[in-house]
Structure formats: structure tokens, C-alpha cells
């Protein structure tokens, strides 16, 4: 449509903006779903209007979260429109805190108001804003350079009012800036975006160890030398006082080192990690040693079990584990992880039992006894918990949010040969077909429910049930084929 033929900015809009009404979030979320009839005029003329009132808006003020929230969606699907229009908001933004006077107190609440509200991107998923990707992409070497002019003040207090829980320096608006490279790209399109970002975070976590967040953690996973990147992180941490490293990315960095999940990089590279950090923590004091130990097993890791049986099952925790055992040093954390180390192997492996004779013939169908018996009326026992299984289990290594997506063998295995005893058999009357049944997700994660990999298709086991009566939400198929033969048998299907 064009935008002589484009409606003008409501009337209600313009009078909560001009008067700051309780009506000002739905009437900002009216334009956000209505875009299509503003014209870029007027669209761009709300950005403006908006651009101001967050930068006098306090952070004290009523529902201040939910108002910077529809403002922000604003901005976004205005954005939206094109690449031109994202080349209008983010040259604008950019404009206004290159010109922001960081040393002076007013100014410098107002700058950082605004890159609150604009560091997010509240409208899309992740990436799903072509346009907004592409007015970082224009203005990234920019954003680059105010993380830059910031530094030399990252430590300062320069604005008195922060959303908690920032607190007011200059590592608070860095930090955002860093997040827009999170929140307004995409995490399988723009690796070269969150990896000039990530670059950076060496030089500003040696200027300041407060800086970086989660998201900018996870910036690193798009970088080709992000294990390098690591074990240079690590060692600058180790160079500084635990209270100074209260906020930053050494908490979360450690946290994911031996987080063997599925979804974390930094574990994903430990080889590589270690293989680094075995060179340089020969210059390691005792004292750095043992409080790295202390962090990559005494912190994620809750027990002695938990660490033996990590480092039982994954020979890259194994690797890493015996980087600290050799090295001459001593600790609290040291030795007790050298005790765990050298126990490995010591107990003797549990013997092979012979394979038993399948209960049930068709897998499907005792998957839905067991759903019954475990799950709802909870008298089978122990209750099967997939993590707590993968946690137990040093076979080889479950990686369940890697490996979820498809059914995961040993659990599956562990239900094919779990011997139901016939007291408890005789207690199932009701069967139920639901693709959200706790089983599945015990056994393949994130199953859509889509497809017919958990299908019954044999109701020869039904005698092992004497007291079932009902067969609930089965699939047409399995209905067409066997509701006569169970109707026979005295049992009901729907």
C-alpha cells in the first residue's frame, strides 16, 4: 500500500504519549500490530516520539518493564518494514549515544535509557528479523567502537538510576551493547556478527572482569578460535581476587566446562582446553591451581559421585582431571580430586547378566503399561528419570540435549528389559495414547508426537493384562485394524 493511502498515527496514541497515560502500552502494542497501515512517516515519527520518552522515562516509574518492552517492539516491527527503515533506527540510536556525554551524570542516565530499551529485541525469536540483522551488520564497526570509548569507565559509577540489577558503571551499558549482538541476530546466520563481538572479550575482561554476561558467553560459540578464547578468559580470571569476579562470565564459563549435556561449546572444546591450559598452568601458582580445581569439579559437579562418575564415563573430563593430578601442586581441591582420580578403576566391573526372554512382543504397547504403572498410578518402581539415568550411566556419555531429538537407545533398552511383575500387570485397566505420555520424553526428549515411532501395532500381549477394560485416544490404524478382536475380548477402544 502506499503510504498516501496509509492511516496517520491514532489520536489515543499521540495523547498517551503526550500525557504518559496508563493507556500508553496498549496503545503502543495497537501500532505494533497494525504497521501495515502507518505510513513510514509516521511510523518513523512515533520511533522519535518514543526515543524520548524513554530517555526521560525513569526506571522507578510504574510498569517501566512492561512500557520499555511494547516501546521496544515498536522500534522493532517499524524496523521491520526494511532495510532502510532498520538503517534509520540504528543510525539514529548510534547517533545519540556516540554524542552522549558519558561524564556527565544526566547524560549519561538518558544514553543509557535509551540503549536499554534498544539492546533487546522483544517482537522475534532469534534471527528472525532480516532487516535488524542487517542494520547491525551496518553498524557494527560503530557499536564496536562506543564498547571502546566506554572502557576506560567501566568501573565508574556514571548514572545513578540502573535497572537492577545493573549498578550504574560504565560495564553496564557495555554489557548491553554486547547483547545486541545476541538478541538481534541469528544463531545459524550471522557467526562473523557474534564473532567480532566476541573477540573483544579478552581485552575487556582484562580491563574489567565484571563485563560479560550469559549472552555474551554465548557469543563465543560462534568463534573459530572460541577455545583459545576460553583459556585466555580462564587465566585473566585466575590473575584477579574472588570478589572481583562476582559479576562477569567466570561463574557461567565454569559452570559450562564440564557440562556435558549436550549444549555447551565450552565443554564441547575441552580437548582443546585443556591441551592449552596444560602448557600455561605450569605458571600457575598452588593457590590458582586449587581454585581452578575448585571450580571445574567442586562447583557444577555436587558430590563425589558425581565427579567419579563423570570422569569414569568422558575421557575429555579424564584429560582434565589429570592435568591438575600431575602437576606438583597441592590443595584442599587438588587433593581431594587426585584421591577421586586415582580410585578410577578400582572397582570391579559389574558381571554380565544374561539377556532375558522379552516380556511383551511389541515394545509400543509396554511402553503404554509402563506409562500406567509408573507414571500415574506410580506403583512401579524405581521412577525412571532420564537425567538422572544419563548421570549414572558411563557406558559411553548421554548427551541428552544433543541427543534428543531422536530416541536415545539406552533408555529405550532399559524399558525393553524392565521385568513388570504380574501383580502389578494385573492392576492396568486403562490404557491411554498421548503423544505428551512422561515415557516419551523419557526416552526421545523433544518428540513432536508427529510421527508413528511409539505406534502399538500388535495386541498380542494383551493377555498378559487380565484386568484392562479400555484402550483410550488410540491411532485410527491400530482401531481399524484390532477394535473388533479387543471388543471381543471384553475391552472397549476410543
Same mark, same amino acid.
Given at each position: 500500500?502506499?503510504?498516501?493511502?496509509?492511516?496517520m498515527?491514532?489520536?489515543?496514541?499521540?495523547?498517551a504519549?503526550?500525557?504518559?497515560s496508563k493507556?500508553?502500552?496498549?496503545?503502543?502494542?495497537?501500532?505494533?500490530?497494525?504497521?501495515?497501515?502507518?505510513?513510514?512517516?509516521? !511510523?518513523?515519527?512515533?520511533?522519535?516520539?518514543?526515543?524520548?520518552?524513554?530517555?526521560?522515562?525513569p526506571?522507578?516509574?510504574?510498569?517501566?518493564?512492561?512500557?520499555?518492552?511494547?516501546?521496544n517492539?515498536?522500534?522493532?516491527?517499524?524496523?521491520?518494514q526494511?532495510?532502510a527503515?532498520?538503517?534509520?533506527?540504528?543510525?539514529?540510536?548510534?547517533?545519540?549515544?556516540?554524542?552522549?556525554?558519558?561524564?556527565?551524570?544526566d547524560?549519561?542516565?538518558? =544514553?543509557?535509557?535509551?540503549?536499554?530499551?534498544?539492546?533487546?529485541n522483544?517482537?522475534?525469536f532469534?534471527?528472525?528479523?532480516?532487516?535488524?540483522?542487517?542494520?547491525?551488520?551496518?553498524?557494527?564497526?560503530?557499536?564496536? /567502537?562506543?564498547?571502546?570509548?566506554?572502557?576506560?569507565d567501566?568501573?565508574?559509577?556514571?548514572?545513578? /538510576?540502573?535497572v537492577?540489577?545493573?549498578?550504574?558503571?560504565?560495564? #553496564?551499558?557495555? #554489557?548491553?551493547l554486547? #547483547?545486541?549482538?545476541?538478541?538481534?541476530?541469528?544463531?545459524?546466520?550471522?557467526h562473523?556478527?557474534?564473532?567480532?563481538a566476541?573477540?573483544m572479550?579478552?581485552?575487556?575482561?582484562?580491563?574489567?572482569?565484571?563485563?560479560?554476561? =550469559?549472552l555474551?558467553l554465548?557469543?563465543l560459540?560462534?568463534h573459530?578460535?572460541?577455545?583459545?578464547?576460553?583459556c585466555?578468559?580462564?587465566?585473566?580470571y585466575? =590473575?584477579?581476587?574472588e570478589?572481583?569476579?562476582?559479576?562477569?562470565?567466570?561463574?557461567?564459563?565454569?559452570?559450562?566446562?564440564?557440562?556435558?549435556?549436550?549444549n555447551s561449546?565450552?565443554?564441547?572444546?575441552?580437548?582443546?582446553?585443556?591441551?592449552?591450559?596444560?602448557?600455561?598452568?605450569?605458571?600457575?601458582?598452588?593457590?590458582?591451581?586449587?581454585?581452578?580445581?575448585?571450580?571445574?569439579?567442586?562447583?557444577?559437579?555436587?558430590?563425589?559421585?558425581?565427579?567419579?562418575?563423570?570422569? /569414569?564415563?568422558s575421557?575429555?573430563?579424564?584429560?582434565?582431571a589429570?592435568?591438575?593430578?600431575?602437576?606438583?601442586h597441592s590443595g584442599?581441591?587438588?587433593?581431594?580430586?587426585?584421591?577421586?582420580?586415582?580410585g578410577? !578403576?578400582?572397582e570391579?566391573?559389574?558381571?554380565?547378566?544374561?539377556?532375558?526372554?522379552?516380556?511383551?512382543?511389541?515394545?509400543?504397547?509396554?511402553?503404554?503399561?509402563?506409562d500406567?504403572?509408573m507414571?500415574?498410578?506410580?506403583?512401579?518402581?524405581?521412577r525412571?528419570?532420564?537425567?538422572?539415568?544419563?548421570?549414572?550411566?558411563?557406558?559411553?556419555?548421554?548427551m541428552?540435549?544433543q541427543?534428543?531429538y531422536?530416541?536415545?537407545?539406552?533408555?529405550?533398552?532399559?524399558f525393553?528389559?524392565?521385568?513388570?511383575?504380574?501383580?502389578?500387570?494385573?492392576?492396568?485397566?486403562?490404557?491411554?495414547?498421548?503423544? =505428551?505420555?512422561?515415557?516419551?520424553s523419557?526416552?526421545?526428549?523433544?518428540?513432536?508426537?508427529?510421527?508413528?515411532?511409539?505406534?502399538?501395532?500388535?495386541?498380542?500381549?494383551? !493377555?498378559l493384562?487380565?484386568?484392562?477394560?479400555?484402550m483410550? #485416544?488410540?491411532?485410527?490404524?491400530?482401531?481399524?485394524?484390532?477394535?473388533?478382536?479387543?471388543?471381543?475380548?471384553?475391552?472397549?477402544?476410543?
Amino acid at each position: 500500500m502506499a503510504d498516501g493511502n496509509k492511516e496517520m498515527l491514532s489520536k489515543d496514541l499521540l495523547y498517551a504519549l503526550q500525557t504518559r497515560s496508563k493507556r500508553l502500552i496498549r496503545e503502543l502494542e495497537k501500532f505494533t500490530g497494525s504497521i501495515d497501515s502507518v505510513s513510514a512517516k509516521d !511510523g518513523w515519527a512515533l520511533v522519535i516520539e518514543t526515543m524520548q520518552l524513554v530517555r526521560e522515562l525513569p526506571p522507578t516509574q510504574d510498569k517501566y518493564g512492561h512500557i520499555i518492552k511494547a516501546v521496544n517492539k515498536a522500534w522493532m516491527v517499524f524496523a521491520d518494514q526494511s532495510d532502510a527503515a532498520a538503517d534509520k533506527l540504528y543510525r539514529y540510536v548510534i547517533e545519540c549515544l556516540e554524542q552522549t556525554d558519558w561524564q556527565h551524570a544526566d547524560e549519561a542516565q538518558a =544514553g543509557y535509557q535509551l540503549l536499554y530499551a534498544f539492546h533487546e529485541n522483544h517482537l522475534h525469536f532469534l534471527g528472525a528479523n532480516d532487516h535488524v540483522r542487517h542494520g547491525l551488520r551496518l553498524h557494527s564497526p560503530r557499536l564496536l /567502537a562506543l564498547i571502546r570509548h566506554l572502557l576506560p569507565d567501566s568501573k565508574r559509577v556514571l548514572f545513578k /538510576a540502573p535497572v537492577k540489577p545493573q549498578r550504574g558503571v560504565g560495564a #553496564d551499558p557495555i #554489557d548491553m551493547l554486547l #547483547d545486541v549482538y545476541f538478541h538481534h541476530t541469528g544463531p545459524g546466520t550471522d557467526h562473523d556478527l557474534r564473532a567480532e563481538a566476541a573477540d573483544m572479550l579478552p581485552l575487556l575482561v582484562r580491563a574489567d572482569p565484571h563485563i560479560g554476561d =550469559g549472552l555474551a558467553l554465548a557469543l563465543l560459540d560462534s568463534h573459530p578460535g572460541r577455545a583459545d578464547i576460553v583459556c585466555q578468559l580462564i587465566e585473566l580470571y585466575l =590473575g584477579v581476587s574472588e570478589p572481583e569476579l562476582e559479576f562477569g562470565m567466570f561463574y557461567r564459563l565454569m559452570l559450562k566446562l564440564v557440562d556435558n549435556g549436550g549444549n555447551s561449546f565450552v565443554y564441547e572444546d575441552l580437548g582443546k582446553i585443556t591441551k592449552r591450559l596444560a602448557v600455561s598452568s605450569s605458571q600457575w601458582t598452588s593457590e590458582q591451581m586449587d581454585f581452578f580445581t575448585r571450580f571445574a569439579f567442586f562447583y557444577r559437579l555436587k558430590s563425589d559421585e558425581d565427579r567419579r562418575l563423570l570422569m /569414569a564415563k568422558s575421557a575429555k573430563v579424564r584429560q582434565l582431571a589429570s592435568m591438575i593430578v600431575d602437576s606438583k601442586h597441592s590443595g584442599t581441591h587438588i587433593d581431594a580430586l587426585r584421591s577421586l582420580y586415582n580410585g578410577l !578403576g578400582a572397582e570391579k566391573p559389574a558381571a554380565r547378566k544374561p539377556p532375558a526372554k522379552r516380556q511383551f512382543k511389541d515394545l509400543n504397547l509396554k511402553l503404554l503399561v509402563i506409562d500406567d504403572l509408573m507414571y500415574h498410578q506410580g506403583i512401579l518402581l524405581p521412577r525412571f528419570d532420564l537425567e538422572e539415568f544419563a548421570r549414572q550411566y558411563t557406558a559411553r556419555e548421554i548427551m541428552i540435549e544433543q541427543e534428543g531429538y531422536g530416541v536415545i537407545p539406552e533408555a529405550l533398552h532399559y524399558f525393553d528389559t524392565l521385568v513388570i511383575p504380574p501383580e502389578l500387570l494385573a492392576r492396568v485397566e486403562e490404557l491411554n495414547f498421548d503423544g =505428551g505420555a512422561e515415557i516419551y520424553s523419557q526416552i526421545f526428549p523433544y518428540w513432536d508426537g508427529e510421527c508413528d515411532t511409539f505406534d502399538v501395532q500388535s495386541i498380542k500381549d494383551i !493377555g498378559l493384562l487380565p484386568n484392562l477394560k479400555r484402550m483410550s #485416544d488410540m491411532p485410527d490404524q491400530f482401531i481399524e485394524r484390532h477394535a473388533t478382536a479387543l471388543r471381543e475380548s471384553g475391552i472397549e477402544t476410543d
